[in-house]
Every structure is written in C-alpha cells, then in structure tokens.
C-alpha cells in the first residue's frame, strides 16, 4: 500500500554553507519513504519578497516555512515540506522553499544561479514570485533562464554536429507560475482588456534570446561539474529499476513459498499460483519501475521469475518422487516378503504373485496427492518387477509353453501401454508449461498497455485548474 507523507514542518533538503551545497540525509531519508507519485513545486525569486508565506498558504497553514520581519532573508539553500496532495487523491505535494535571490549579503551571484537551477531541475511546477509589475528589472532577475545552457547538459554524449541542447531543455522544463504580488496595474494592452497569461506573454517579448537526482546534482554542482540531464536521469532509473526487479522478485518468492504445498496434486495446480504470483509481481514492478524504455529491466524480472519458477517446478518433482516412493515401498513390503519367503515358488505361483502385484496398484491409485511424478514412479517400480514375474511364470509347471508365452506377451504390452502413457503426460505437461508461459506474455503486455496509459494520465503531474485555484485562493 502506498505510504502517506505527512510532515508537521518543512525540513533543510539541500543546506547552502558558505556558498557549499550540501543534501539533508534526514531529508532524502523523508523523500526515500515516499511510494505515492509526487508534485514538487519549488518557488524562486527576490529574496525579502514573500515566497516563504505563499508556499505556506500552498500548504494550507499560517507557519511552516519560516517568515522573516527584517531586510535578512530567512530562508537558506532549499526547503522541503511534504504533504498529502489536497485534491488529487493518493499524491503526495513537496514544496520546496528556495533561498532569495539577489542578497546583497551573500556576495557570489553564482551561488544565486545554482539555488535557482536547483529549483527547476526538481520540480514539476515551478513559481517565479515578484512583487509589483512585471517591469525590465523584474525580467533582468530572470537571467538565470538564460545561462541554464551553460550549467546543464540534456544529453551526456551530444550527437554528430550538434552545437547545443538548450532545444530539448523544454522536455525537462517544470510548467511556469508567475506570481507578481502586490499588482495595482489595470489588464490593458492598446485600450483592449487582457488576461494576465496575455500580459505574461506580452511582457516576455521585452527581453528576447525528481531523492536520488538532489544527491546527483548537488554532487555535481560542488564538484564544478556540468549536470547532465540524461545521467542524472539514466542513473535514478538504474537505481529505482534494480530496487523494483529487487522488489517484486522478492515478492514473487515469497508468495509461491507461502501457497505451493509439495508435492502439488497436478501440474496445473502449480501453474496457476505461479501465474497469479508473477502477475502481481510484474504489477508491483510497473508501480515502481522509471523510465524502462527498452524493457530491459522488466526484461530482467521475468527472467528471474522464470528461473525461480523452474527451481519450483524442480523442488515440486523431487517431493512427488520421494513421497511416492516411501508410499510404494510401505504398500509393497508383503509382496518383496512373499518373494523373498518363496511364497510364489509353487505351481500356480504366477496368478498368485499378479494377484498380489494388481493389490499393490490398487492401494497405491488410492494414495492422494501423489503429484506429478505419480505414474512414473509405479512405472518405475514396475520395470523392477519384470525380471522377477519372468521368473516366477517360467518356473509355474501348471503353465503350458503357449500359456506362458501368451502371458509374457500380455506383461510386455501392459508395459509398453504404461511408457506411452507417460510419454502422453510429459507431452500433456509441456504444452500446459507452454500455454502458461503465452498467458504470461499476454499479461505482460496488458500490463504495459496499462501502466502506457497511465503514464500518459500522470504525465502532467499539477493541472492548470489546480495550479490556478492554488495561487487564485491566495
């Protein structure tokens, strides 16, 4: 079951230490717990402008985020608070609560260009806050848009010819909320009314031109490193898909171990809670799976399944062998003693000794649960009597030749019966094995086709009409 995030205070994720970024474990330790899909909104701007007070009427409280009185700015390096998401059920919302921009008191810009692009490369919905109208200095502080090509790479290996990337930043980019508090301007452009996502627009023209990835950024960033986008990314999936394979084939043995009873009646009977395991195994790996493009880890997971599922099948034949035969001794023990005692070594002995063989086999079709291993394991039993029948039927002198010749006829096309039988059940067998492994594939692709469509559902994680509401009710 997904887990709920409730924090009762934000927290420091990332703490800036003398122009030093460095991560919280406390708080990726916060983040690590959280297995509900995430919105993180982070908000940057001026500092002293009041982004600490509306991140924490974001989260529907008077305090949290610390509010400073005086010219000193509160806020330093980026602060988290993790809340239930307030209208989108089984979500979690992270706001993050970044240092203001601009301190005079700080003395390295660059320190100010870092914390900002901290904030975009972790969220899904980013807020720039300002205070009056959107003028050329509000836009001047929006600079740092403009040297993000020179911190960050999309791609670690840039493709034959290309100069830059910056094209492809938008795939990565959050949404934008601009928020300009204290606004006393009228909505007009020429004389007509506006929206302000007109005004927003009309003003940009003025200046033309995910725990895991907090450590790997900032890592990055102190190390005087470019972050890259496609690493970043590429070693958060490896990570979070190795851990999911981890998980669901973990879960997948727990399961058969806790439902298989050995040996199992039937063959069939093994299958179906195989079946019904790997299914909720592949779903729990699609729940935690990132980015698996190629399916190669999910490609990994129904191998191991596969493998486990053959260790089982193994361990389910070796139960039925032994089980069977520790029964077949018991059930044959007065037969080997009327043989070893010479009980059959008279005239008529043969009737007696298949009298007593037919006793053996009909007590043993009585014995339940024999598994899948059953017939063959009397078959066995039953090659080991021919050499001994043979005998006693030669040495019956109430036989005739041609009596005795019929009856060695008749054992041999019992026996040769019995083989094709077992030929026909290990056939029966394979093709049960076979129509398993295709409802395996079948699943699989089902579930694909689920998990496609609803990462096409969640791939805008915070709708315009909630993202409005939000900053509208403020």
């Known amino acids: 079951m997904a887990s709920?995030?409730?924090?009762?205070?934000?927290?420091?994720?990332?703490?800036?230490?003398?122009?030093?970024?460095?991560?919280?474990?406390?708080?990726?330790?916060?983040?690590?717990?959280?297995?509900?899909?995430?919105?993180?909104?982070?908000?940057?701007?001026?500092?002293?402008?009041?982004?600490?007070?509306?991140?924490?009427?974001?989260?529907?409280?008077?305090?949290?985020?610390?509010?400073?009185?005086?010219?000193?700015?509160?806020?330093?390096?980026?602060?988290?608070?993790?809340i239930p998401h307030p209208s989108k059920a089984k979500h979690t919302l992270v706001l993050l609560d970044t240092e203001?921009?601009?301190?005079?008191?700080?003395?390295?810009?660059?320190?100010?260009?870092?914390?900002?692009?901290?904030?975009?490369?972790?969220?899904?919905?980013?807020?720039?806050?300002?205070?009056?109208?959107?003028?050329?200095?509000?836009?001047?502080?929006?600079?740092?848009?403009?040297?993000?090509?020179?911190?960050?790479?999309?791609?670690?290996?840039?493709?034959?010819?290309?100069?830059?990337?910056?094209?492809e930043f938008v795939s990565f980019f959050p949404d934008f909320v601009w928020t300009v508090r204290d606004f006393t301007l009228e909505l007009q452009l020429d004389g007509r009314p506006i929206t302000s996502d007109q005004y927003l627009e009309n003003a940009l023209k003025l200046i033309p031109g995910l725990e895991n990835l907090v450590v790997t950024y900032v890592d990055t960033i102190n190390s005087g490193g470019v972050p890259c986008l496609e690493n970043s990314v590429t070693t958060l999936a490896e990570r979070e898909n190795a851990a999911a394979v981890q998980k669901a084939a973990d879960h997948y043995r727990e399961q058969m171990a806790q439902r298989v009873s050995f040996p199992t009646d039937t063959l069939q009977e093994l299958l179906h809670v195989h079946e019904a395991c790997e299914r909720v195994a592949i779903a729990i790996f699609m729940e935690h799976s990132f980015k698996d493009d190629k399916r190669e880890f999910q490609t990994k997971l129904l191998g191991i399944i596969e493998k486990n599922k053959e260790d089982f099948l193994l361990q389910n034949e070796e139960a039925s062998v032994k089980y069977c035969q520790d029964e077949l001794q018991r059930l044959s023990e007065?037969?080997?003693?009327?043989?070893?005692?010479?009980?059959?070594?008279?005239?008529?002995?043969?009737?007696?000794?298949?009298?007593?063989?037919?006793?053996?086999?009909?007590?043993?079709?009585?014995?339940?649960?024999?598994?899948?291993?059953?017939?063959?394991?009397?078959?066995?039993?039953?090659?080991?009597?021919?050499?001994?029948?043979a005998s006693i039927?030669?040495?019956?002198?109430?036989?005739?030749?041609?009596?005795?010749?019929?009856?060695?006829?008749?054992?041999?096309?019992?026996?040769?019966?019995?083989?094709?039988?077992?030929?026909?059940?290990?056939?029966?067998?394979?093709?049960?094995?076979?129509?398993?492994?295709?409802?395996?594939?079948?699943?699989?692709m089902a579930q694909l086709k689920e998990q496609s469509e609803r990462e096409l559902k969640q791939g805008t994680t915070l709708d315009a009409a909630t993202k409005a509401n939000a900053l509208v009710s403020l």
């Open 4 to 82: 709920v995030c409730t924090m009762t205070a934000p927290i420091c994720l990332v703490e800036n230490q003398k122009n030093l970024l460095m991560v919280n474990p406390e708080a990726l330790k916060i983040l690590g717990n959280i297995s509900q899909p995430v919105v993180v909104v982070a908000i940057a701007g001026p500092y002293r402008t009041g982004k600490s007070y509306l991140m924490n009427r974001l989260a529907g409280q008077s305090r949290g985020f610390p509010l400073g009185s005086t010219v000193r700015s509160e806020t330093k390096g980026i602060w988290m608070w993790c």
């Open 393 to 444: 039927l030669q040495a019956d002198k109430t036989l005739t030749d041609g009596e005795k010749a019929l009856a060695a006829e008749r054992a041999k096309n019992q026996a040769a019966e019995k083989e094709k039988e077992l030929l026909r059940q290990k056939l029966k067998e394979q093709h049960q094995i076979m129509e398993a492994k295709e409802r395996t594939f079948q699943e699989n």
């Open 100 to 167: 203001g921009l601009g301190d005079v008191e700080k003395g390295d810009s660059k320190n100010d260009l870092w914390i900002f692009t901290l904030a975009i490369l972790l969220s899904s919905v980013f807020v720039y806050n300002s205070m009056g109208t959107i003028n050329r200095q509000a836009l001047e502080q929006l600079h740092y848009v403009t040297e993000l090509t020179k911190l960050i790479r999309t791609r670690s290996s840039p493709s034959f010819g290309e100069v830059d990337d910056s094209a």
């Open 334 to 389: 007065p037969l080997m003693e009327s043989i070893s005692g010479g009980t059959f070594s008279v005239p008529g002995g043969h009737k007696l000794y298949l009298e007593a063989l037919n006793k053996v086999k009909q007590d043993y079709e009585l014995v339940p649960r024999k598994g899948v291993k059953g017939n063959e394991v009397l078959q066995i039993f039953l090659r080991s009597q021919a050499a001994v029948e």
